[in-house]
């Protein structure tokens, strides 16, 4: 009776087997017909397959069908956005080329061989702020000259006057002059330039660089955001210097713009657009020929260009200490705190800086050579810090010389509420000469 019920189960079971597999081929033939008619006659054949969906399997094939039309829609609105008229790379060219300018400025050769060399040219890029006569620019593209040439795409050629400079977020701006018959910027041939806010932007958001990498003017390139909330180090031979022996006063560019838009020598100064034509972004800075460039964020702009072009200098607030940056350092400094807390990790202090007298405390060695953490900054006003550029973009973005900064820190095991007063930032000159006089005694 046993081998008789055994016998039965498996004359089940294979009728069952051939159902699904009957079901299975079925199905695989449904979706290969619906797919070769489709690719074969086109979309006007759908209503035959749709005849063959009466049953619960033609239903789920029918929905599927469905998804493809959607994806391809989302597609076909993305390129029609990227192919609009107003918003085609060419068309955002044209509108924008009349507003930028090449800047150059004559250095003495530092090896003068013949008469001829006995001066060098340093090019750069610009672009028109207002309808003033006022230029924007790198302050590394003109340095310590008083007075620069300025070329814009119609061949007009004007004198400018440097009157203002931030060489910490590296800023200037350029007042046309010399015999100027109608400003750029008072008729229809050079206007300013849209500036947007870099706060908006996207990672993968298309971007567009004009300037005049290697001499060769008016050249556009394009690439995407690749990153926001970067820290751009000031790379000048002074600022590594600093940055080696007195950390807290390095500067670094908060809420950098990274992209992989080609930018090269003689690019710097020039404008970072979006598929609008907004300036989002000034290029400054790449690292070799990587695609990883940086731009200062239009929101600096909008920020330091009023002021210098009011004051003629700029001036940033200063805490006096520097954060841990290197990854190893980070790494083993969380293996000291709670596992939801986040933060910054304070390196180095100034003695008698503002953070110093607020009782800030830097990282340290002891006798065997271990290193151990520096206190752990939580939040800025209530603002939680998660990262370096959340800590510096907040003092500098929204804080200034004479004012207070509530920092939350986390010190063995315990919260702690501290009050600096922020100062301003320091001159650099005056390390320079700290570092000669302690070395040439």
Known sequence: ???????????????????????????????????????????????????LYDRPLGQYLQAMSVIQPKQNSIISNLTSDLLAPENTLNTIFKEAER??????????SPTTVTPEAQNITVLGTGFVYDNQGHIVTNNHVVGHAKTVNVLFENGDRFTAKVIGGDTLNDLAVLKLSGNITQLPGQNEESTPLPIGNSSKLQIGEPVIAIGNPYRL????????????????????QVEQFLRLHFPWVAFSIASGIQTDAP??????GGPLLNLQGQVIGMNTAAIGNN?????????????????????GNYTHPYLGLAIDASASAIANDYKNVPANLNGVFVNAIEKAGPAD???LRGSGL??????HSGDMVVAVDGHNVTKADDFISYIDEHKSPGESLNLTVYRDGKILHLVAHLKPWPSLGQFVRQLISATNP
Do not use: W
């Open 217 to 236: 003017e008016n050249t556009m390139t394009s690439g995407i955001v690749s990153a926001t909330g970067r820290l751009i180090p000031e790379d000048t």
């Open 1 to 51: 009776m046993l081998a008789g019920i055994k016998s039965c189960l498996s004359v089940r079971f294979s009728k069952i087997t051939a159902r699904i597999g009957v079901v299975i081929t079925l199905a695989l033939i449904l979706v290969l017909a619906h797919s070769f008619i489709g690719s074969t006659y086109g979309v006007g054949q759908q209503g035959r397959i749709n005849a």
């Open 291 to 311: 695609g990883v460039g940086f731009a200062i964020p239009s929101n600096a702009i909008t920020r330091i260009i009023p002021t210098l072009i009011a004051k």
């Open 99 to 108: 507003s930028i300018v090449t800047i150059t400025r004559t250095l003495p």
């Open 263 to 268: 930018i090269n020598p003689g690019n710097s």
């Open 357 to 359: 007298e607020a009782g």
């Open 366 to 371: 002891d006798q065997y050579y271990q290193r």
